[in-house]
């Protein structure tokens, strides 16, 4: 695989909608990958661009012909993300990016290996529930849900390889950046995409 696979998990309400978008303006030669889901839309999502809205006998017959990179139960309902997509987009050179839960970032660990973990925490827990009150999209059910959740997710932290705390927007965002682009220029990555391993063919020397 040519591009590098970016993996962001975090608690509901954490903001990592927020940061990834104001990422993606910033950062080139990055993609999304849009993952199917069985929540609801809310009010402003846009069926395609947010996630594809799909109904549960769909989803199931999606896994059943294995169309999903990995899929998981999240807050009660199913998330997959598309595997055919990321494939090809990073077979093509493009970087993606996957915002998925800490059970989906565990599977592709286990299966994609060369991706890179990034973990986006709340500075506090009464934060993280003033955000996702504040924001209003979840009834009180949904709310709690997710606040119950948010404690079994952020004890995966460890096993990821980066911790950004989103206290201030901008500076998550300027971290953020700063993790993708640093992750391309790794000698290992940055030789495959350049092609240069020719340089080292003559016992690691470098050759004219
Ligand atoms: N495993 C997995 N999780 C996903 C996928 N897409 C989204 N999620 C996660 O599902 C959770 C709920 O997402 P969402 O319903 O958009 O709510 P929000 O996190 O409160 O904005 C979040 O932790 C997402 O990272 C996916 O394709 N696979
Ligand atoms: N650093 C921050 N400080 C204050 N509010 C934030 C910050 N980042 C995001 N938010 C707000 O918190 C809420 C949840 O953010 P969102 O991006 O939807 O989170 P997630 O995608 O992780 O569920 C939104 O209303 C958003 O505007």
């Not at 404690?151 to 201030?168: C, M």
Request: proline share 3%; with cysteine.
């Amino acid at each position: 695989m040519k591009g590098v696979l970016y993996v962001v998990s975090g608690p509901s309400g954490v903001g990592k909608t927020s940061i990834i978008e104001l990422t993606l303006k910033k950062v080139k030669n990055i993609v999304f990958s849009v993952s199917c889901t069985t929540r609801p839309k809310r009010p402003g999502e846009i069926d395609g661009k947010d996630y594809f809205f799909v109904s549960e006998p769909s989803f199931m017959k999606m896994v059943e012909n294995g169309e999903f990179l990995e899929w998981a139960v999240v807050h009660s309902y199913y998330y997959g993300t598309l595997k055919k997509f990321v494939e090809e987009q990073l077979e093509n050179g493009k970087n993606v990016l996957l915002d998925i839960d800490v059970q989906g970032a565990m599977t592709v660990m286990k299966k994609a290996g060369d991706a890179v973990y990034i973990f986006i925490a709340p500075p506090s827990f009464e934060e993280l529930k003033q955000r996702l009150v504040k924001r209003g999209t979840e009834d009180k059910t949904n709310l709690e849900r997710r606040l119950e959740d948010a404690k079994r997710e952020l004890s995966f932290i460890p096993q990821f390889e980066y911790l950004i705390v989103n206290e201030n927007l901008q500076e998550s965002v300027d971290q953020l950046c700063s993790i993708i682009v640093a992750e391309q220029v790794r000698v290992k990555r940055a030789l495959d995409r350049l092609g240069m391993h020719k340089f080292f063919e003559n016992g690691g020397g470098y050759v004219e």
